[in-house]
């Protein structure tokens, strides 16, 4: 398996525009996570999903933010009007597991995206 | 807020210096997990503890996790340069999803 994957792996955009990052899960994981890492807040869980549902999405940090999974393949992270404090790694992991024991699943991280907005 | 602590934040060691990582809750935790993010990479997961006093090894890394479920522990032995990075807890705070911890970066000297 080719694991997590996803893109673009750095993105360059101005303050106001639309930035978009995609995500493609190990095949057969049912879950599906978005972090941001910052030297500042370190590791933050955004959104997850299972089974393309969206199950908490408590760490989205405002509305311009938005995440959509349509299949188990694909899932993307949408910030409109991005601005610079969005500057960021924005990591998508994916694990497989029963919801109970959900955090006691081995989660498996993508490369990630260097999102920079100037 | 932040609800996982770790310290230190930093340390530097020498090549074969041992290195300690100290991970503690403000909750008590079901469950810890241990990763490892290489300089520019994505964390990777190492281990995870489960039981109250839990003690695993792994090669030359040895993790615990402490009786009250609250702390965890990570000791690397002799430590080599391969084992630069920055280390992460993680662990359930009771919501069914893990809450990772501020990290530890070490560097090491040859």
């Known amino acids: 398996d080719a694991g997590v994957i996803q893109s673009p792996r750095h993105e360059v955009t101005e303050m106001g525009q639309e930035v978009t990052l995609r995500c493609k899960p190990i095949s057969g994981h049912d879950y599906l996570f978005w972090y941001r890492q910052t030297m500042m807040r370190g590791l933050e869980l955004l959104i997850y999903?299972?089974?393309?549902?969206?199950?908490?999405d408590s760490g989205m940090p405002e509305d311009r933010f938005s995440a959509k999974m349509p299949n188990a393949s694909f899932s993307t992270l949408k910030i409109q009007p991005s601005e610079p404090r969005d500057s960021a790694v924005y990591f998508c992991?994916?694990?497989?597991?029963?919801?109970?024991?959900?955090?006691?699943?081995?989660?498996?991280f993508g490369p990630g995206t260097r999102l920079t907005v100037t | 807020g932040q609800q996982v602590m770790q310290i230190p934040q930093y340390q530097h060691v020498q090549e074969g210096e041992d290195f300690t990582t100290y991970c503690n809750s403000s909750?008590?935790?079901?469950?810890i997990q241990w990763y490892k993010q290489r300089p520019g990479g994505h964390p990777v997961f190492l281990i995870q503890l489960v039981k109250s006093g839990e003690v695993k090894k792994q090669k030359r890394l040895t993790f615990q996790f402490g009786e009250a479920k609250k702390n965890s522990s990570l000791h690397i032995t002799a430590t080599q340069t391969t084992d630069v990075g920055t280390y992460f807890c993680?662990?359930?705070?009771?919501?069914?999803?893990?809450?990772f911890g501020t990290g530890t970066r070490l560097l090491v000297s040859p």
């Open positions: 993680a662990g359930d705070t009771g919501f069914q999803k893990l809450v």
């Open positions: 992991a994916s694990s497989s597991g029963q919801v109970q024991w959900l955090a006691r699943y081995e989660q498996y």
């Open positions: 999903f299972n089974n393309n549902v969206p199950i908490d």
């Open positions: 909750t008590t935790l079901s469950n």
